[in-house]
């Protein structure tokens, strides 16, 4: 008589999430409209609860920023050890600002690589993302000039009144604007001018907040 085989005992490796736990983002930013308007639509769109965005009072250069967002890390590593929850654990800071004219900028790169703060840079200013949503741009530029070119390609765009991306204009053209952020990025550094102007990977944010949003499952 053949012998009767047992059930297979279940593998713990298969109740394994199969996927990294979702990050609390923080994002220190130096704009107090453009980037905190467009970052708080962006993750409303994908329904991501774990983003907290902070600004850094006006005249904050990227240095200022950067130690700042050491601040808020180091405070997130205070409350994780505290805690007994392990989601804690699981953060990343983010710095997000333009090169515009900005002095110091290697400085704060290294403050920010040193201490574990991400970065996310537009040279020469966060325009260049909404604008690459409706057209590609890769000439040298002045921030001023940019944003005299959203303002007649975006509407309800304007410096001076109202300096916020219509979301809803740019929302269904990320994919586009990630493609043309990436080929630009790379053409700088096959120049030999990695970051240089123009140039944006702010889409590194954007993707993070996209895969850890719960429209991600």
């Not at 453009?34 to 609860?49: C, G, I, S």
């Not at 392990?86 to 004219?101: K, N, Y």
Request: charged share 35%.
């Amino acid at each position: 008589m053949a012998r009767r085989k047992l059930p297979k005992t279940p593998s713990l490796e298969r109740r394994k999430s199969q996927r990294e736990p979702k990050f609390k983002i923080v994002v220190v930013c130096e704009g107090e409209k453009t980037e905190p308007k467009y970052l708080n639509d962006f993750t409303q769109d994908h329904n991501n609860p774990l983003v907290e965005i902070k600004v850094v009072p006006k005249g904050g250069v990227p240095v200022t920023l950067v130690k700042k967002a050491v601040k808020f890390k180091k405070e997130l590593e205070r409350e994780a050890r505290r805690s007994q929850n392990s989601f804690d654990e699981h953060f990343q800071v983010w710095g997000l600002f333009d090169v515009d004219e900005h002095p110091n900028i290697p400085q704060a790169k290294d403050m920010a690589r040193s201490n574990g703060v991400k970065l996310s840079i537009a040279n020469p200013c966060f325009e260049l993302w909404g604008l690459l949503h409706i057209r590609n741009y890769d000439a040298p530029i002045h921030r001023h000039d940019l944003q005299r070119i959203l303002e007649k390609l975006m509407q309800g765009y304007d410096h001076e009144v109202s300096a916020t991306f219509n979301y809803e204009f740019i929302r269904d053209h990320y994919d586009i604007a990630k493609k043309r952020a990436k080929q630009g990025y790379q053409r700088r550094e096959e120049e030999g001018d990695s970051g240089g102007n123009p140039s944006t990977d702010v889409h590194k944010l954007l993707d993070l907040i996209i895969d850890s949003g719960k429209n991600s499952f």
